[in-house]
């Protein structure tokens, strides 16, 4: 093995909501299951337990659908806070490993384990004893997949779920990769599968036939991941700080504020500018807030960020936040920024089903 050779994990809990109900209330066990919204109501399925799934109950499919498919299935509502709850005792298992975890969602995590210590540092043996812990001591299965990199640990937790791991070594990427329809790459959807099939590609092992630059003219830069992706190639690392994103405006004054007065005078044009960024944004994609901060520089250029929990932006909050950097040093300020952390993107989608119990103010107005 060469000494570039990473070791990433790919952790995905099963059936996840529908799991931790069960968990919590047996008499949901062995029942086709689902947690959503009321058909009455026009609500959609979140997830559903594999008995539903047996009956070919999905995901964001409508309940009144999912009904017609399976007459006794139960539909209960989410209850968000259980789900994050055991989100983060999963989570915090996983960093018992690495330092290097990745969330993509309140279920799903890469793990990269390539320096970790622990198993002897099998990364085989840390998944397994991962899956170990979590259904001991949180009461859910988790499902895995080890390869050396995250494209193909994403496929490979797929590969035997539930309640399963899968391994891909180095030696095995080529016939493993060779062998995947072309949907399974991410970004592959209806069109550009349809394009692919009239050229007669179905699988990745098809694909490679077709030279860099010829995907390149045909799918534009997306033309370059296809041509790596189809030879199991993925040099993405595992960032940790990926759910950190943000969304941030700031000015620098001409000249230096002197006062609160002056700063909270400052405060409300950045405060329309960062409001227009976040509607723009959320227009192409579904984001959920989960902190506001305030950024000052002062005039000997030293920096502070007060910052706080928050579900949407909010002026006399960010006033208070203003106040509180402020007053940390008798200074001038020369610079202002203010801003939201976000949930990262997955995870916010998840919310934006039950924006009612997260966040009333978010609901059906983002015109998607
Ligand atoms: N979820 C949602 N809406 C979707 C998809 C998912 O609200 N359209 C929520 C409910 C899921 C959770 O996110 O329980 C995790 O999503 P997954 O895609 O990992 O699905 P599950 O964990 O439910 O099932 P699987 O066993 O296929 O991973
Ligand atoms: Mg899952």
Redesign the pocket.
Known sequence: MSSSTRKIIHC????????VEMRDDPSLRGIPLA??GQPDQRG?????N?EARAFGVR??MPSAQALKLCPELRIIA?TMRR?QEASQRIMAIYRDYTDLVEPL????AYLDVTHSDRCDGSATLIAREIRARVAEEVGLTV?AGVAPNKFIAKIAS?WR??DGMFVVRPAEIDAFVAALPVERLFGVGKVTAEKLRALGVQSCGDLRSHSMADLAERFGVFGQRLYERCRGIDTRDVSPDRERKSISVETTYTRDLRTLADCEAALEPLLRQLSERIERARRSEPLAIAKVFVKIRFADFSRTTAEAGALSVDAAQCRELLADAVGRKRRPVRLMGVGVRLLEA?AA??LR??DDEVDPTHSARDGR
């Open positions: 995905d809990a099963d059936c996840f909501y529908a799991s947690v959503g959609v399925v979140a997830t559903c594999y995901s964001a989410p789900y969602s309140l279920d799903e499902s797929d779920k539930p997955q989608r998840q089903l039950f």
